[in-house]
């Protein structure tokens, strides 16, 4: 497809010389060893395809290098500035509606898909919020930092004397980002949540597998100190009550590493986590119904 696209003698594109987005789009699809597909630009290096959120239009691809540096790269790449509402993304026009249009109109299709896009091109998004929030660095002032469930088991096991806050500050600096990231999504189950959810959850219940146990040898314990002050074995029954205690204690709630297991956790959350997420149309022709 690509290749009939850009032939020389493909009405398509070369009666409108004019048309720069026309051509860039073509060239890009030749010469760019990074172009997939029938992608309108190159992919940028290392990113790795998403292709859950893909639509019939688009590829969605993440980054683990942040926007700033992917944005750098389609600067040179596309050799034009991106425009930026402001300041959510980079979005980088490769064709106008109208030249979508024209696509459509000339190879006989029905046009109507172009009416619902102003332009079609390249977007790096530097934030989850960026399609559903004006001001995305307001709401991630006011949202805070460090304040997501991967942090706030950090805050539980400090109330506990498990960690300081000299260490979780360390962690919150090191890792904080991973709340403002983008993960692909976890399918077990047809449950398709992202991969940071699933981490979560799944580290939870390990770390609280130990304070679960715990519960259990405490309910036996009690019901073995019944039975003994039933049969009169009082000093017996003291010494099974402090052991009863201690097992509701919070030093026995979880185990001694729970920190240590806790930072771990971070680390595979930071390693599934992308920064930037780029979105790549399609060239027209190769449009298909959205999924």
């Known amino acids: 497809m690509r290749s009939a696209i850009c032939s020389a003698n493909n009405p398509l594109l070369f009666p409108y ?5 026309l051509l860039l789009a073509c060239l890009l699809l030749l010469i760019s060893g990074q ?7 190159p992919v940028y290096p290392g990113a790795v395809h998403a292709p859950e959120y893909d639509s019939g239009k688009f590829e969605v ?8 540096k992917v944005s750098a790269w389609y600067r040179k790449a596309l050799g034009r500035e991106p425009e930026h509402p402001i300041g959510k993304h980079d979005w980088f026009p490769v064709l106008t509606a109208k030249e979508v249009w ?3 109109k000339e190879a006989g299709r029905n046009p109507h898909w172009a009416f619902d896009e102003e332009t079609v ?28 469930d991967h942090f706030m088991i950090l805050r539980d096991l400090i109330a506990r004397g498990m960690g ?5 500050n360390r962690l919150c600096e090191k890792y904080g980002w991973i709340e403002h990231a983008f993960y692909r999504l976890h399918d077990p189950d047809g449950l398709r949540q992202p991969m940071d959810k699933y981490l979560l959850a799944e580290d ?8 679960r146990a715990s519960a259990a040898d405490a309910e036996a314990l009690g019901r073995r100190v019944q039975e003994l002050v039933m049969q009169g074995r009082f000093k017996e029954a003291g010494k099974l009550m ?11 709630e979880l185990p001694n590493d729970a920190w240590e297991q806790w930072v771990q956790h971070l680390e595979k959350v930071a390693h599934a986590a992308y920064r930037t997420w780029i979105r790549i149309h399609k060239h027209p022709l190769e449009w298909s119904p959205e999924r």
Do not use: N
């Open 17 to 21: 010389p004019s048309q720069t987005g």
């Open 35 to 41: 172009a997939v597909g029938g992608l309108l630009a």
């Open 61 to 68: 691809w993440l980054s683990p290098d942040p926007p700033e």
């Open 102 to 104: 024209r696509i459509f």
């Open 121 to 148: 091109g390249v977007d790096v998004r530097y934030h989850p919020l960026a399609a559903h929030v004006d001001d995305v660095e307001y709401t991630r002032a006011q949202m805070g930092t460090c304040t997501s």
């Open 164 to 168: 300081s806050e000299a260490d979780f």
């Open 204 to 211: 939870k219940k390990r770390l609280t597998r130990v304070a």
């Open 242 to 252: 402090e052991s009863l205690q201690g097992a509701h204690g919070a030093s026995a």
